[in-house]
């Protein structure tokens, strides 16, 4: 996995001349993470343990490889043709889609990059390892409780989490 220097971190957050895109930071796999969790979880994935889980989750799809993991398991959320289109504007200086909130939720992102940073630069160890996540009701859920998954505890999560393993 490629390591970014912290510096590279610090700029896409702070300096405004730098987009997502000039900084090529699309396979920046602390910043995919960082949007998949708003995506997935809210502004408070990391404090719940559901960013925890998701890293886990994208590490195992992608077999290793956290950004091919988020295409994998997450795309219309990666192309933002999902609920929430402008979770892909997140990493910009002002995402156009929440300028009108962007100072309610400026500090909420910023924590949640820092996070993901550590987990996927190492600095900061996963609270749980499963296989799947999902809704706790619905087809995820049935799909689980079909195939026998096991309920992995992250915390107090938006999402279940389930490992394959029956033991």
Not at 22 to 45: F, K, M, S
Request: charged share 25%; proline share 4%.
């Amino acid at each position: 996995m490629k390591r970014y220097p912290l510096i590279v971190w610090l700029l896409l957050i702070s300096c405004p001349s730098i987009s997502a895109a000039q900084a090529d930071t699309d396979n920046y796999p602390g910043l995919v993470l960082a949007r998949i969790c708003v995506h997935e979880a809210g502004w408070l994935a990391d404090k719940t343990g559901d960013c925890d889980g998701i890293y886990q989750v994208l590490k195992r799809v992608g077999r290793n490889n956290l950004v091919r993991g988020a295409w994998r398991y997450a795309p219309r959320a990666m192309l933002g043709i999902s609920g929430r289109p402008w979770v892909v504007e997140l990493g910009q200086i002002v995402p156009s889609a929440l300028s009108r909130i962007w100072q309610r939720v400026r500090n909420h992102w910023s924590r949640i990059m820092r996070y993901a940073h550590k987990l996927t630069t190492g600095t900061q160890r996963a609270r749980c390892r499963p296989d799947h996540l999902g809704v706790r009701t619905g087809i995820d859920w049935d799909r689980a409780q079909r195939a026998g998954w096991r309920e992995v505890d992250c915390g107090n999560t938006l999402n279940a989490f389930w490992s394959r393993k029956t033991d």
